[in-house]
Every structure is written in structure tokens, then in C-alpha cells.
């Protein structure tokens, strides 16, 4: 750093007040000049210091804005996989797998554990434990270890069940029976249908059966996220259910990534289109016979992208239609399973009368009849409660049956 310059000295004369006035004006001029000198050298000096102090404030504002890109630089998201002594833990970095020995300061090595989600920088030092609050990336999956539907849960479509059964558990529970045959089973299941008629349901029963972990993502979800974020959540997805195997991924509304191309080339097209280019060489590159097996769900088949079912990718096609009569009085006998019905409930009548109504509709019944007895101050439920009930669905939700019938597939 240039040191300051040296301040001049104040200019002194002793002036001899008995010489004559013209020698004396002479000295005070003198005096005068080397006054002006002096205050010249000092303005200068203040210009000097002026222009210094501005360099100063620059580069503080410099190094500041470099302290604030250090404090946001990127953090990178990895899996702890296992700790050793001497503050030292194994992590997994997410997207490319690698393993790393890295070291964990002693502030934050009692609260990892082998299983969390940390997030590391370019060193790979952790620098916090991701809770779930700050996981923003699991929060939009939703991760079961053993969802509590059963098949026995699922009314009315029988044959969906079945089918289901035979394209996603079989693969798992009895691979070797593909192996003998030589065949690959489906790579992923598509469900289609209306909304409410059991498509989540299927995929968690399956996932209960087999014990395997249920991961859920909406499609919605993939698309909401900052640009570049929908592909890398798809990543994740693959990631966590790698981790987590066997593993039943299910992305419901699967259209909101997989629309057909239009002809309007928008960014925010271009991101689902990514996207879904994420989600097809995921699976491309996936392990047909492995232990993580793929669902997805749509409302919407007729405006799926023809790409997404191309033999690899979702080649088996279950269609999920809404219950016919004996199926809504199988779902309704279902959801009154642990409720108090009266004697002379008429489940048949009840089915006849709830033509259009889906599965989740009929369990709306139930609950809105349950509720009908208790305001009526009853513990039990009558068929009176249940005809309320359909009569007050009928009058107040029209909307709502009449949308569930409103999806279009082929
Ligand atoms: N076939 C069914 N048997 C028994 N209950 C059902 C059936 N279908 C739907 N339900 C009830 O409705 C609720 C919603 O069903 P589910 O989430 O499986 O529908 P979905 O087809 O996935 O709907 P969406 O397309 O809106 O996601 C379930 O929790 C269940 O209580």
C-alpha cells in the first residue's frame, strides 16, 4: 500500500515589526505566498486522499460481491454413507454416484447419520444436513417405506388388479421366471383412466405386497420447478429409488411432462420437453429385470406423447375405468368396512343410484353419510343416512361427479 504523504510544515517568518513598511509588506507577502503554497500542497493532498478512499470503497465493493458469490457458490447434494473414526465420512454425491472420504467437522459429525441427506461443496466438506424442510427436492417426492393398502383395499376392478400384479410384482417377487423364459417384463405400467377410480391405490398396493419402497412424484411437480430443475428431479427420483431398492416408482399425471409436441416453441415447452427426455433415458438405460419397477397415471391419454410408449418405455398399457354397478357396491361395502351400519342398508340399491360415481366418490358417500348420523346424534348408519348423504352429493358436488366423468382417453 503507498504510504501518505508527509504533511508540510506550517509556513513560519518571524517578521521584525521595526522594519520599514515596504520591507514588512515585502515579508508578509512572502509569508502570504508560502501560506498559498502550502494550502495548495494540502488540496492536493486531499485530491490524493479523495481519489484514494474511492478506490478503496471499489474494490470493498469488490471484495464483498466476491464474498457473496463464495457465501452462494453451489452446494451439491449426497447421501452419507457410512462414518468412520476420526471425524471421517463416506458420502455418495447424487447424479454421478461417485463415493467419497471426506472429512466432517466435529460440529457437525454427531448429527449425521449413515442415510442422510447432506449437502457438500467443490471439496466435498459437508456444510449442513438437509432436514426435510430444507430437502426440497425429496419434499416434492413422496417416499412410503410400506404404504398400508392392500389389493384387498381396491374394489371393482378386479382384472386391472390382476394385471398389475402380473406386470409389476411378478417381475419382482419371481424374476427368475423371466429369466427362464428369456423374456424382459414391461418396463413401466401406465395406468389410465378417471381421476378417483384407484390408480394410486393399485401402485401402493403393489408396493405393500412386495415390500418395496414407494416413491411418488406428480408431474405437475416436474414442470413447476426453475428451468434445468424438472430433469435433475427426475434424476433424483431414479437416484433415491436406486438407493432404496426394491423400489416401485409411481409419477401420477404423467401428461403434465409427456404432452404431445405442439407447434409453439416457448421456453417453458422446452423445459418439460427436457424433461421428458430426462425421464426416457432414465428408463432406456434402466435394468429391465432389476428391482425398481416404473407406474405412471394419467386422466389425460388421449394427449400423451406417443414417444413415452414405445416398447421400453411404458409398453404396458392397464386402462382403470370407472367401477360398473357391482364394482361401486364392492368399494362401497369396502369403505364401510370399519364403520357401524345399521341393519337393512341396501348396498345394491345404493350402487344402482350411483351411476358415474368413481371409487373415490363412494367413499365420499360413506363418510358423508357416517357424518349425516352423527349429526343426527346416532352411532349407527342408516340407509336414510346414505340416501341423505347421496341426495346432498348429488346437490351440492354435480360439479365435481360430473368432471370425474369429464376426462377424456381413448
Ligand atoms: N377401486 C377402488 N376401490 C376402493 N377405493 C377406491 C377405489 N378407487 C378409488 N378409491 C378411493 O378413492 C381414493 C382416491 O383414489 P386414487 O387416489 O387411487 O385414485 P386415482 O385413480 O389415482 O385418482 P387420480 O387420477 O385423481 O390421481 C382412494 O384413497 C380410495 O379411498
Given amino acids: ?32 505566498e508560502d501560506l498559498v503554497d502550502v494550502n495548495d500542497q494540502l488540496s492536493d493532498q486531499l485530491d490524493d486522499a479523495e481519489d484514494r478512499r474511492e478506490r478503496l470503497r471499489e474494490k470493498v465493493d469488490r471484495v464483498e460481491r466476491e464474498n457473496e458469490t463464495l457465501k452462494s457458490s453451489s452446494l451439491y447434494i449426497a447421501t452419507v454413507e457410512d462414518i468412520l473414526p476420526d471425524e471421517q465420512v463416506i458420502v455418495k454425491q447424487h447424479g454421478n454416484n461417485q463415493e467419497v472420504l471426506t472429512d466432517v467437522s466435529s460440529r457437525i459429525v454427531d448429527r449425521v447419520e449413515p442415510g442422510d441427506r447432506v449437502a457438500v461443496n467443490d471439496s466435498f466438506a459437508i456444510q449442513t444436513v438437509l432436514d426435510t424442510e430444507t430437502d426440497a427436492r425429496a419434499q416434492s417426492m413422496e417416499i412410503t417405506e410400506k404404504p398400508e393398502v392392500t389389493y384387498a383395499d381396491i374394489g371393482g376392478i378386479d382384472e386391472q388388479v390382476r394385471e398389475v400384479r402380473e406386470a409389476v410384482e411378478q417381475p419382482l417377487t419371481e424374476p427368475e421366471i423371466f429369466n427362464e423364459v428369456g423374456i424382459d417384463p414391461p418396463s413401466g405400467v401406465l395406468l389410465y383412466g378417471p381421476p378417483g377410480t384407484g390408480k394410486t391405490m393399485l401402485a401402493k398396493a403393489v408396493a405393500n405386497e412386495t415390500d418395496a419402497t414407494f416413491i411418488k412424484m406428480a408431474g405437475s411437480e416436474l414442470v413447476r420447478k426453475f428451468i434445468g430443475e424438472g430433469s435433475r428431479l427426475v434424476r433424483d427420483l431414479f437416484e433415491m429409488a436406486r438407493e432404496r ?29 427436457r424433461t421428458m427426455m430426462q ?54 361395502s369396502i369403505h364401510t368396512r370399519g364403520m357401524n351400519i345399521a341393519d337393512g342398508v341396501d348396498f345394491a340399491a345404493l350402487a344402482d343410484d350411483t351411476d358415474g ?24 348408519v342408516s340407509h336414510q343416512d346414505f340416501a341423505d348423504a347421496l341426495e346432498k352429493i348429488e346437490e351440492d358436488d354435480s360439479s365435481d361427479v360430473v368432471s370425474s366423468a369429464g376426462y377424456f382417453y381413448q
Avoid: C
Wanted: aromatic letters at 6%; charged letters at 35%.
Fill in 357 to 380: 360415481y368413481s371409487g373415490a366418490d363412494m367413499e365420499s358417500l360413506a363418510t358423508e353419510a357416517g357424518m349425516f348420523a352423527i349429526r343426527n346424534d346416532r352411532d349407527e
Fill in 245 to 273: 431398492q426394491p423400489a416401485i416408482i409411481f409419477i401420477d399425471e404423467i401428461d403434465a411432462i409427456a404432452t404431445r409436441r405442439t407447434e409453439s416453441k416457448t421456453s417453458g415447452d422446452a423445459e418439460v420437453q
Fill in 279 to 332: 425421464l426416457l433415458s432414465e428408463m432406456d438405460g434402466f435394468e429391465a429385470r432389476g428391482e425398481i419397477r416404473i407406474i405412471a397415471a394419467t386422466n389425460r391419454f388421449d394427449m400423451l406423447d406417443r414417444a413415452i410408449l414405445r416398447p421400453g418405455r411404458f409398453d404396458r398399457l392397464i386402462e382403470v375405468p370407472e367401477p360398473d354397478r357391482d364394482g361401486r357396491e364392492q368399494i362401497l
Fill in 1 to 32: 500500500m503507498s504510504r501518505s504523504p508527509s504533511i508540510p510544515d506550517r509556513p513560519h517568518r518571524d517578521i521584525d515589526s521595526d522594519l520599514p513598511d515596504d520591507e514588512r509588506l515585502e515579508a508578509l507577502r512572502g509569508h502570504y
